[in-house]
């Protein structure tokens, strides 16, 4: 049997991706911004975890969280006003950081301050969008959709290395058949880091439920464990895992994220298997 190939290393700053050797980089961080104050404290704690453990983290947040399912649902301080916070973390910690972004005119302004822009997984097929992100230089992590197989994932990669930027990501974050649920492909992380860019899996949007909570996505955060340990064992290149020191009451995605209370034992727990 033929070996299959590794993926090329993507660095953001000083941490790596697809590297050969050491404990797996972590994004990290709570859904959406919800104010100055909380964001710092949300890094700093997260940030003296992984100090304690050895392991690479990068910071996430949402400045806008456009795909919510209720008109009336929270969606974030802005862009200016996110950045702003995020800039914030960055000087405070010396963390990279990552964010969303939705439309090309966000790309440029979020780079100034972000290390790592993300495709949202509905918008990974919008050129334009992956496009704006891969000219700015920083490294792009794509969210793989809901709707798209393992093989068809190359397609927005391509985008953005055609775009002349090399430094790209794939996210999986489940797949969904419908009637409020996502499945893991397992076998599928497997044959998306044939395309050679690293594999990263998210752990906690993994969980959802969407639509489930009737105007709100709902999720089954006991599942966020057993479904990471199982990705680091078949091999992926990073995790990504949103928390929250609140999750119950968080104004986005609460029911899946980790709370931070749980963070430490958790990454513990997936450093063993790295």
């Not at 997260?46 to 100090?51: D, G, Q």
């Not at 899996?201 to 969407?210: E, G, N």
Request: charged content about 20%; aromatic content about 4%.
């Amino acid at each position: 049997m033929e070996p299959r190939p590794d993926p090329e290393p993507v660095a953001v700053g000083s941490i790596v991706f697809g590297a050969a050797r050491g404990p797996l980089p972590v994004i990290a961080g709570p859904c959406v911004l919800e104010d100055r104050e909380h964001t710092l404290r949300h890094a700093e704690r997260i940030a003296a975890i992984c100090r304690r453990l050895e392991i690479p983290l990068i910071f996430k947040s949402s400045f806008d969280k456009a795909n919510r399912t209720s008109l009336t649902s929270y969606r974030g301080p802005g862009l200016d006003t996110g950045l702003a916070w995020l800039a914030d973390v960055k000087n405070a910690t010396g963390l990279a950081i990552l964010t969303d972004i939705h439309e090309p005119a966000q790309a440029g302004p979020a780079a100034e301050v972000c290390d790592m822009l993300q495709i949202p997984a509905f918008l990974c097929r919008q050129t334009d969008l992956l496009v704006a992100a891969a000219e700015t230089g920083a490294a792009v992590n794509i969210k793989k959709g809901q709707f798209l197989s393992p093989s068809e994932a190359r397609h927005p990669l391509q985008k953005v290395r055609a775009s002349g930027n090399p430094k790209v990501t794939i996210t999986e974050r489940g797949t969904s058949f419908g009637y409020q649920n996502l499945v893991v492909d397992f076998a599928g992380i497997v044959k998306m880091r044939e395309f050679r860019a690293p594999v990263i899996y998210d752990a906690t949007h993994s969980v959802q439920r969407p639509g489930a909570g009737g105007d709100t996505t709902s999720g089954d955060r006991t599942l966020v464990g057993p479904l990471a340990r199982a990705a680091v064992a078949v091999g992926v290149d990073g995790l990504f895992l949103e928390c929250h020191e609140d999750p119950d009451n968080a104004p986005s995605d609460g029911p899946n994220m980790v709370p931070l209370t749980e963070l430490e034992g958790l990454l513990e727990s997936l450093r063993r298997l790295m």
